[in-house]
């Protein structure tokens, strides 16, 4: 039954299922960024994020001690250690000589290694090897062995993102380049998009095709011209390269052409009665645009704000380019990038810096959600 707005029950009923999935889509992976970023990076290694509140089981593998560490007691000979090192919170439950049987013995039994050799390993993973004759040669034994961690959860990978050496410097270098490559992009296409929206010159819809046609331009394609033409502009000039006024034009020049057409799509569908009275009552195009189009435009220039924040500041590859790669340039994603070390073995700080990094977008976007939904709807009604 159709309610007095319109929309059966039916149908309100499917939109909240339908937000509600979406939301989750959106939110699950960033809860599970950061409770990867909380856990031991050894159960991170092993298990997912889902299972950070279960004990998790693991399959590893240690050498006894050699045949230099070995004592006589009783008559026997005796290797003794340890398999988990000093703080694994690790209990080992069953071990073996084999890795096709890694659980071949219980925790606490004695195995019997042949020729009167016998091997325990307790759940602790304190070990004893026994032998009637003394060990020979300078190579432990290998011993495959199960294990259970109980959840743990640690501030670890935070103290050494964040007291990193040099991370300030970055977050500073990345917030010098992305708000003023926000800003200039915005100023110039408010303008433009004005023009191509209301004011009548030649060749106006063959600029307007033109953007459009830039907005299917991949950038790693257009990188390299870029920067040769930069460069050669800066020697004419005597700019030195590298510098951020190269990589705030740069951003300029990959961000206008969205920032143009959405910004003229939503000025486009403005009331025609408010420009022509403006313009009845004296007011110059500037002026129109100053005091009116610009206040009515808040929403579209926040969404934009918002989409090229969030592009700037993830960005690696532009800043690499344009800026450089030195301890003094790096930009926060190409510092923890340095991080995961030459082969990514650092991985386990991944979700770290992930998580890291979206806080400041975070904090841009709720700060402009408000406006988010009508900038994103620019052009699709058009005033009376």
């Known amino acids: 039954m159709a309610s007095s707005t319109g929309k059966s029950f039916l149908g309100r009923f499917g939109v909240h299922i339908a937000v509600l999935i979406f939301v989750a889509i959106w939110t699950i992976p960033t809860l599970g960024i950061l409770v990867s970023s909380l856990r031991d990076k050894n159960q991170l290694a092993v298990t997912g994020w889902w299972t950070a509140l279960v004990t998790s089981s693991q399959n590893d593998d240690g050498r006894l001690g050699t045949a230099a560490d070995q004592v006589e007691k009783d008559g026997k000979f005796l290797i003794m250690g340890n398999l988990l090192k000093a703080g694994d919170n690790r209990t080992i439950s069953a071990f073996g000589i084999k890795s096709q049987a890694p659980t071949e013995f219980a925790a606490g039994a004695v195995a019997d290694l042949g020729d009167g050799v016998t091997l325990q390993v307790n759940d602790d993973g304190f070990y004893v090897q026994s032998s009637p004759v003394a060990f020979e040669g300078d190579r ?45 992009p915005i100023l110039i296409a408010a303008f433009a998009a004005y023009a191509l929206a209301w004011m009548r010159f030649p060749g106006r819809a063959l600029l307007i095709a033109t953007i459009i046609g830039l907005l299917v ?66 007011a110059s195009d500037f002026e129109i645009f100053i005091k009116i189009v610009l206040p009515l435009s808040f929403p579209v220039l926040a969404s934009f704000a918002i989409f090229q924040f969030l592009w700037v500041w993830n960005d690696l590859l532009v800043a690499m380019v344009f800026l450089g790669s030195g301890s003094d340039q790096l930009v926060l994603t190409g510092k923890l990038n340095a991080l995961l070390g030459s082969r990514g073995g650092n991985w386990e700080i991944l979700t770290t810096s992930a998580f890291v990094t979206i806080l400041v977008p975070l904090a841009v976007f709720f700060s402009l959600q408000r406006y988010f939904v009508r900038g994103l709807l620019a052009g699709s009604v058009k005033g009376g």
């Open 140 to 184: 432990g034994r290998r011993i495959y062995f199960a294990s259970s961690m109980p959840p743990r959860f640690t501030t670890d990978n935070y103290q050494t993102v964040l007291f990193s050496e040099g991370i300030g410097r970055s977050f500073i270098n990345s917030l010098t380049v992305t708000i003023p490559a926000t800003i200039i």
């Open 217 to 282: 331009v991949p950038l790693q394609m257009s990188l390299i011209p870029l920067l040769k033409l930069y460069n050669g502009v800066g020697l004419f000039f005597g700019v030195p390269a590298k510098t951020y006024l190269g990589i705030w034009l740069a951003h300029t020049g990959f961000g206008l052409p969205f920032a143009i057409y959405l910004l003229r799509s939503y000025i486009a569908g403005l009331p025609r009665e408010i420009m022509e009275s403006a313009r009845i009552d004296g």
